[in-house]
């Protein structure tokens, strides 16, 4: 285990507990503790109960069928996944609630009420399968925080298309890997999107990977709008590229949502492993769409007037499951927001909550790292007095932030919910539930009802220190890695029979409250964006400066991990800071912005083993200054002492 014993044992010390505010307790959603009890004895009638609230075309005929590791849920059942979130809210006073209420970065504002939602899917619809994109097809989604984002996806559920959603932070050449990937037939894009004040070019860099993605027949290009496509000079190729207000001027706003099996394919989104190529992971329609509905119904405590903020970026999976799926899905009051949260002040999110009466708010540990670092004058200049419900995911939060949190944010009043998931669970797995559970600051809890979630040792027996493990399979699971199953069984399923492994360290305390640790494989978690070792270390040898490199992670005040670069160049060169800075620029150029390296360091050898492995752990050691462990396989034990020196020289 890589976690540091010392900083493990502060935070089980940790004894303050919140109990849920007894007026929260009495209204919330979920407030008898009787769901656990359910939920255990029959799972899957458990399961069905939340999926029997969705619109479904044909029932199911049998709720799971578990052929580890591959399970099925409600086999038989047709539903869709659009009509789910849009077509069913429309009989009723929900038809003119609003859905997406929209801020970009320079103020200016949408709103989308149930019925225009409705529409504008409709008609993007009827425009994608214009340009032939059938059922089962693959449409890559490449766009700013912006309304057509989340339009974007429910028009490819609507006609059954599988979207791959792809970071707008990623680089042309991580786009290009990816539509080639998914063998995507559509691109939709924008022009452009704004961050920091500054324009992100996502119709160049898409040019750009266009050049290396034979697949893509048509790209569709969203005009951001106002000053933006004034600055930014789109040029649009004849056959190849169409905007997308043309297509939608032609086209009816209403369209028959594709009757899709359960197990019919939802989205691919790709995410980093422990190898140089990111896995596309699998999720289909029925379990993930009744895990993500309840979850964001139980945890959110979603009321019919709430205002729900999610932060994340649409191109992570919280924002495909909290963002979309989950809160159109309740018929919930959705606010987006397109860009930093330091512009154009240190106020802005605050800003954002007092204006539009936000009153659930859910975000990352590193920004609420960043938010107590500016200090409690920015929120202490708006009226959060609307807040009543508080969330966090993305990494394990300090207790330290999370009081912050729970005080100059929630007012002392709100809960807070730490909810663990990731990537491949689709939805939330560890979870307080507002009205009931006691929470503490650091540990997500319990697993949500439904949910069996445990922790192991190396060999398969419980313990209370060890490995995070799911032991049974759960509605939203990934069914697989696209085009790969074997990688999937090797991932997940290889380390114990039948078991899932997330790659998780845990420790569970006197009350049975999981504590997550972290990753314990090679995959970094810089500010809440997971990030393989292997890709990075890919992306520098690439560089042909660079002969050998091993990447670590590194602890960050804010970030939580930051990336250390250990790099050994080609006999002629010379690790100077320009070099340096170029590595760092090439691994943007490679990945995106979010993998450059903070601290490179070169050296003429790294420790290797007799037999030739890198000894990473020793690298970590290195960077995190500690003292380093054993060196006595070291084929060479002198490199260590080497390079700790270079290492306190450069930072
Ligand atoms: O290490 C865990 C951490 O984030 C990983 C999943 O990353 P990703 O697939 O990008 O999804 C992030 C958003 C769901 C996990 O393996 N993680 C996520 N939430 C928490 C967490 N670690 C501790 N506490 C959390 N609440």
Redesign the pocket.
């Known amino acids: 285990m890589k976690s540091d014993t010392g900083a493990l044992d502060a935070l089980l010390s940790e004894d303050r507990r919140f109990p849920p505010p007894a007026d929260f307790s009495a209204a919330a959603v979920v407030r008898d503790p009787e769901i656990y009890r359910k939920a255990a004895e029959n799972r899957e009638v458990y399961w069905a109960e939340w999926a029997g609230e969705l619109d479904w075309f044909e029932p199911w005929h049998t709720v799971l069928e578990w052929s580890p590791p591959h399970a099925k849920w409600f086999l038989g059942g047709r539903l869709n996944v659009s009509h789910n979130c849009l077509d069913r809210h429309l009989s009723g006073a929900r038809r003119d609630k609003t859905a997406l209420l929209w801020e970009g970065e320079p103020g200016d504002v949408r709103r989308y009420t149930y019925q225009q939602l409705h529409a504008e899917v409709c008609r993007f619809a009827n425009a994608l399968r214009g340009l032939g994109v059938e059922k089962g097809d693959r449409v890559t989604i490449y766009l700013p925080m912006i309304p057509e984002a989340a339009v974007a996806m429910l028009a490819c559920a609507r006609i059954g298309a599988i979207h791959s959603v792809v970071f707008g932070g990623f680089s042309p050449e991580s786009l290009a890997d990816r539509n080639n990937d998914a063998k995507s037939k559509v691109l939709i894009t924008a022009d452009g999107g704004w961050r920091r004040g500054g324009i992100v070019p996502l119709k160049a860099n898409a040019d750009e990977a266009l050049r290396d993605s034979p697949t893509i027949e048509h790209v569709v290009v969203v005009r951001r709008g106002g000053e933006l496509s004034e600055k930014v000079a789109t040029g649009l190729q004849d056959g190849r590229d169409h905007w997308y207000h043309d297509l939608l001027a032609g086209a009816s706003p209403e369209s028959e949502p594709e009757s899709m099996d359960s197990e019919d394919i939802l989205y691919i989104l790709y995410?980093s492993g422990t190898t140089g190529k990111p896995k596309g992971v699998v999720h289909t329609t029925g379990g993930y769409l009744t895990q993500v509905y309840a979850t964001t119904r139980a945890v959110f405590d979603l009321k019919e007037d709430d205002v729900y903020w999610c932060t994340a970026d649409v191109g992570?999976?919280?924002g495909h499951s909290y963002i979309v799926y989950g809160p159109l899905a309740n018929g919930a009051t959705v606010l987006m927001y397109e860009g930093a949260p330091d512009t154009p002040d240190r106020g802005r999110f605050w800003d954002i909550c007092q204006r539009y009466g936000v009153t659930v708010f859910y975000t990352a540990p590193t920004a609420i790292r960043a938010f107590m670092r500016w200090g409690d004058q920015w929120p202490g200049r708006y009226d959060l007095s609307g807040l009543r419900l508080l969330g966090?995911?993305?990494?394990?939060?300090n207790p330290e932030a999370w009081m912050w949190y729970h005080r100059a944010i929630g007012g002392e009043r709100c809960p807070i919910v730490?909810?663990?998931?990731?990537?491949?669970t689709g939805a939330i797995m560890?979870t307080p539930l507002p009205g009931l559970t006691d929470t503490k600051p650091g540990t997500?809890a319990l697993p949500f009802p439904g949910i069996e979630a445990t922790i192991l040792d190396n060999n398969g027996e419980e313990t209370s220190a060890g490995y995070l493990a799911v032991t049974s399979p759960w509605p939203s699971m990934l069914r697989t890695v696209w085009g790969d199953d074997d990688r999937y069984r090797a991932t997940y399923w290889s380390r114990w029979p039948n078991v899932y492994f997330?790659?998780?360290g845990a420790k569970r305390d006197q009350d049975g409250y999981l504590w997550?640790l972290?990753?314990v494989d090679d995959v970094l978690?810089v500010a809440?964006?997971?990030i393989g070792t292997m890709e990075v270390e890919s992306a520098l040898v690439d560089h042909h400066a660079v002969a050998e490199s091993a990447v670590v992670g590194k602890s960050h005040d804010i970030k939580g991990q930051s990336i250390a670069a250990f790099v050994t160049l080609k006999e002629g060169f010379e690790g100077t800071d320009a070099l340096e800075e170029e590595l760092r620029e090439h691994v943007g150029r490679k990945i995106g912005a979010i993998a450059k390296p903070e601290l490179v360091i070169f050296s003429a050898d790294l420790p290797k083993t007799r037999s030739g492995k890198i000894m990473r752990r020793l690298l970590r050691d290195i960077a995190e200054g500690r003292t380093v462990g054993d060196t006595t396989t070291l084929a060479d034990p002198a490199v260590v002492a080497r390079l700790q020196k270079m290492y306190a020289e450069e930072e």
Do not use: K, L
């Not at 966090?392 to 939060?397: D, R, Y």
């Not at 730490?418 to 491949?424: A, K, M, N, V």
């Open positions: 995410t992570w999976v919280t966090t995911v993305g990494e394990p939060i730490d909810t663990w998931w990731q990537t491949e560890i997500a997330p790659g998780d997550i972290g990753r978690n809440g964006h997971r």
